[in-house]
């Protein structure tokens, strides 16, 4: 399986924005999608954004539309979240994952996952 690796994470406040980058570690990731999850202290896991390539299609949790954007840089094979406008409950530590099948909301039906980075938003 592909190792992934996420970088971004840190402290902001609220309100402000943060873009988390993922990237395969070693050998390049045929997965056709790839997700972001969260998972805040204490509680489950979440799902918070996925992509479909090369068609483009993208997936949001509805509590987060209009805020996150998933986006990816073929070049790079890196997939970006670009989080602006963010909140204290936005804090949590975040999951890149890829998979070749869906659903695309399910934690469940991705295969590859990478160590997760931190996000918290100071209120």
């Known amino acids: 399986q592909v190792q992934l690796v996420e970088s971004g994470g840190g402290l902001v406040q609220a309100g402000g924005s943060l873009r988390l980058s993922c990237a395969p570690s070693?050998?390049?990731?045929?997965?056709?999608?790839m997700a972001w999850f969260r998972q805040a202290s204490g509680k489950e896991r979440e799902f918070v954004a996925s992509g479909i390539w090369p068609n483009g299609f993208t997936y949001y949790a509805d509590s987060l539309k209009g805020r996150f954007t998933i986006s990816r840089d073929n070049a790079k094979n890196t997939v970006y979240l670009q989080m602006n406008s963010l909140k204290p409950e936005d804090t949590a530590v975040y999951f890149c994952?890829?998979?070749?099948?869906?659903?695309?909301?399910?934690?469940?039906?991705?295969?590859?996952w990478g160590q997760g980075t931190q996000v918290t938003v100071s209120s």
């Open positions: 994952a890829s998979t070749l099948a869906g659903p695309w909301q399910i934690a469940s039906s991705y295969k590859s």
């Open positions: 070693g050998r390049t990731s045929s997965s056709n999608a």
